[in-house]
Nanobody, 123 residues
Framework: QVQLVESGGGLVQAGGSLRLSCAASERTFSMGWFRQAPGKEREFVAAIRWSGGTTYYADSVKGRFTISRDNAKSMVYLQMNSLKPEDTAVYYC???????????????????WGQGTQVTVSS
């Protein structure tokens, strides 16, 4: 059982920045950030592989968000810059187990989830 704990959410004005953190009890193959706005499906934001640190982003956040990891601390981060009101959502980190040759962007690819952290961007 992998335990994930997110932190770092909050209220920020449009154009501002926030950094989310996800503490993992152990490292799996890859980690992902997802978000869910009210009334919407949970959507993929970014993913990273523990080994090598390669990353993948949704088009909606590419160039604004950066996912990174600290292997020694088993931490994954999401640096969010140039935030927009449409980025408002609950952000979740997920752990995907097992080797994959493709990037896991579907919820079903992730076995473990954190409790989520609210990000609110005001206009």
């Amino acid at each position: 059982q992998v335990q994930l704990v997110e932190s770092g959410g909050g209220l920020v004005q449009a154009g501002g920045s926030l950094r989310l953190s996800c503490a993992a009890s152990e490292r799996t193959f890859s980690m992902g950030w997802f978000r869910q706005a009210p009334g919407k499906e949970r959507e993929f934001v970014a993913a990273i592989r523990w080994s090598g640190g390669t990353t993948y982003y949704a088009d909606s956040v590419k160039g604004r968000f950066t996912i990174s990891r600290d292997n020694a601390k088993s931490m994954v981060y999401l640096q969010m810059n140039s935030l927009k009101p449409e980025d408002t959502a609950v952000y979740y980190c997920g752990a995907s187990i097992g080797y994959r040759t493709y990037w896991p962007i579907g919820q079903a690819e992730y076995r473990y989830w954190g409790q989520g952290t609210q990000v609110t961007v005001s206009s």
